[in-house]
């Protein structure tokens, strides 16, 4: 099997691949103060509770926004697992041209978004992907990366809100019967599910327009992407394992000469 790692700015998330099917995936939240043994233990104790042995794995490839946690990942893949995984970035083989100012600035996670989408739907596409922040990826009929946007993630602008106010609470993140809010709870959750549902379809209706593809499918990834996707007719496909399936590929595609 192969050991698919995604560390984002709020979860790291785990796939493991027998073939190209996903067998099992999980997450845990991210700290930066966690050791390569805690997130070891971790990923065993949670290995065991799935009923898979770390023998069975012979294989790892991780996708990094967070730059200070990179070495502490590969560190606990090689302690516990015996392995050297791969890392996106530099030096790796992905197929996927960036046609932007400064293609080091492209996160891991959305080279991994969008390979994955672009195997599993072709190209243009538009790829959003709902987690810390909200981006969203543009790719052409070359299936190159010619940029985006990134908006605030909606738990991050909750979060912002409730830190910035004093009486205003945290609340659960869900869609309201109504965007007449009857009260501080479902006043804040018609704002944070209506306002983002509007930001994403005027952002993909502007994206559509200067590309001049009316027809550009659109595929959603992340936490909250089947919530907003409820909301806007313009999303397509809901993905929620898109940046692990990307993963695999990627590393089918930098072990295929090793293989041979």
């Known amino acids: ?42 990923l065993l104790n949670m290995l065991a509770i799935k009923g898979i042995s770390p023998a069975e794995i012979g294989g790892a490839i991780i996708s990094s926004v967070v730059p200070v946690l990179n070495y502490t990942i590969q560190h606990m893949c090689a302690g516990y697992l015996g392995i050297e995984p791969l890392m996106v970035g530099a030096g790796l083989k992905t197929g996927h041209n960036l046609r932007v100012d400064d293609a080091r600035e492209v996160g891991a996670d959305r080279i991994a978004n969008d390979v994955g989408a672009i195997r599993k739907y072709g190209a243009p596409l538009i790829v959003i992907d709902f987690g810390t922040a909200t981006t969203f990826n543009v790719i052409n009929d070359a299936g190159e990366f010619i940029g985006g946007a990134v908006a605030p993630g909606i738990r991050g602008s909750m979060d912002s809100l409730v830190s910035g106010t004093a009486k205003l609470p945290r609340v659960e ?55 907003i ?12 394992l898109l940046t692990l399936q990307g993963l695999k590929y990627l590393y089918d595609l930098n072990t295929t000469e090793v293989r041979k």
């Open 1 to 42: 099997m192969i050991l698919c790692i995604d560390v984002g700015n709020t979860n790291i998330k785990y796939g493991l691949f027998e073939g190209n099917a996903l067998k099992v995936s999980f997450r845990n939240a991210t700290q930066l103060n966690r050791t390569s043994d805690e997130y070891g233990t971790i």
């Open 173 to 227: 993140i869900e869609t309201p019967k109504s965007v007449i809010g009857k009260n501080t709870t479902t006043n804040l959750q018609a704002g944070l599910v209506f306002g983002f549902a509007g930001l994403v379809d005027y952002i993909v209706k502007k994206i559509k327009r200067e590309m001049k593809r009316p027809d550009m499918p659109v595929v959603a990834t992340g936490g909250f992407s089947e919530i």
């Open 229 to 240: 996707a409820k909301e806007v007719s313009c999303i397509d496909h809901v993905d929620k």
